[in-house]
C-alpha cells in the first residue's frame, strides 16, 4: 500500500473512531432544562440538570437546590456549568435545580420574603410536577454559594419539613447589605431573629431529633469578605457545644470559583449520601 493510501486510510480510520467518540460523548452528556415558573414573586426561571440516563431509567431521583450569590442579575442561574461537570461526577445520580433568585430591579433581595416562599416552596413544587423526583425532605438538599449559603441555611431550618441536607459554601448566617460587610435591619427584633441563623438553630434544636438534618458548611482560610470566617467558626462553636452533628471544613483558598468548582463534586457526595438514592 502506497504511503498517500495508506494515509489516507488512516484518516478514515482516525474520522470513524472520532465520530464514534463524539456519538458516545454525546449519549453520556446530561440533559439541561430551562423552565419558567409562576411564584410568590411572580414569574420565576430555573435552570434543571438531569442525570446521565435520566430519559430510559424510570428510576426517582434525589434533588439538589442551588442557590447562587448576591446581588446577582436575572440571569446569573444560568452561569454554573461548572456545577453541572461537578455533579456529573458524584458517586450517586441526582437531579440538580439551579433557581433565579434576583430580578433587575431587585438584585439582593437575601432569600427573604417572597423570595423565600418562591424558593423554598414554588420552585420544588414545580420540579417534582415536572420530573421523576423523591418527593420527600429525604430526596432534597439545599446548598448555596456566598450569599447562597446564606439562604440554604436559613430556607432549610425555616423548613425544615422540605429539606433533608443543608450545606454553605463560603456562606455567612445573618443578612447582609449587598457589600456583606454590614447586617440588614429587617423592621423588627422578632423578623431580625427569624432571619438569623444562629437564632434559627436555638429555636429548632429539639426538632432536630425527629426531622434530622445534614448540616456542612465550608469556607476558605483567605476568604476576605467581611467578617465570614469568623461567624463560620463562631456557628461551628456553638453547634458543638449544642450537641448539633454537623460538618465543618476550612480550606486553602478565598472567595472564588476556583475553591468551589475544585471541591464540589466531594461536597455534593457529602450531602448526597445523607439523601434516599435513586430508586423506581
Avoid at 411572580?42 to 426517582?60: I, Q
Avoid at 439538589?64 to 446569573?76: E, I, M, N, R, T
Avoid at 447562597?148 to 436559613?154: D, E, K, L, P, R
Amino acid at each position: 500500500m502506497s504511503f498517500h493510501r495508506r494515509f489516507t486510510v488512516l484518516l478514515l480510520v482516525g474520522a470513524v473512531a472520532a465520530a464514534i467518540a463524539a456519538v458516545s460523548i454525546a449519549h453520556r452528556s446530561s440533559r439541561k432544562d430551562d423552565r419558567v415558573v409562576w411564584t410568590h414573586v411572580g414569574s420565576l426561571g430555573y435552570e434543571v440538570y438531569l442525570p446521565n440516563g435520566y430519559d430510559t431509567s424510570g428510576l426517582r431521583y434525589p434533588v439538589v437546590y442551588f442557590l447562587h450569590g448576591l446581588p446577582a442579575g436575572s440571569k446569573s442561574f444560568e452561569l454554573f456549568g461548572w456545577l453541572d461537570r461537578a455533579i456529573d461526577h458524584t458517586a450517586k445520580p441526582a437531579i440538580l435545580v439551579v433557581p433565579q433568585a434576583a430580578t433587575g430591579s431587585n438584585t439582593d433581595p437575601e432569600y427573604l420574603g417572597r423570595w423565600e416562599t418562591a424558593i423554598a416552596g414554588d420552585v420544588p413544587r414545580a420540579v417534582d410536577a415536572h420530573y421523576r423526583t423523591i418527593a420527600a425532605r429525604s430526596g432534597r438538599a439545599i446548598i448555596g454559594v456566598s450569599a447562597g449559603g446564606y439562604g440554604a441555611m436559613h430556607l432549610a431550618l425555616a423548613h425544615l419539613s422540605e429539606f433533608g441536607a443543608v450545606e454553605s459554601w463560603s456562606g455567612y448566617f445573618h443578612p447582609t447589605d449587598p457589600t456583606g460587610a454590614y447586617p440588614l435591619d429587617l423592621g423588627s427584633p422578632a423578623k431580625n431573629a427569624a432571619a438569623n441563623v444562629h437564632r434559627q438553630f436555638m429555636k429548632i434544636e429539639a426538632r432536630l431529633d425527629t426531622l434530622p438534618l445534614y448540616i456542612a458548611f465550608y469556607i476558605g482560610r483567605q476568604d476576605p469578605t467581611g467578617s465570614f470566617v469568623a461567624e463560620n467558626e463562631q456557628l461551628n462553636q456553638e453547634l458543638s457545644a449544642a450537641g448539633v452533628a454537623h460538618v465543618f471544613r476550612l480550606y486553602q483558598g478565598g472567595h472564588q470559583q476556583s475553591l468551589w468548582s475544585a471541591e464540589a463534586t466531594e461536597w455534593l457526595n457529602l450531602a448526597l449520601n445523607h439523601l434516599d438514592p435513586a430508586s423506581p
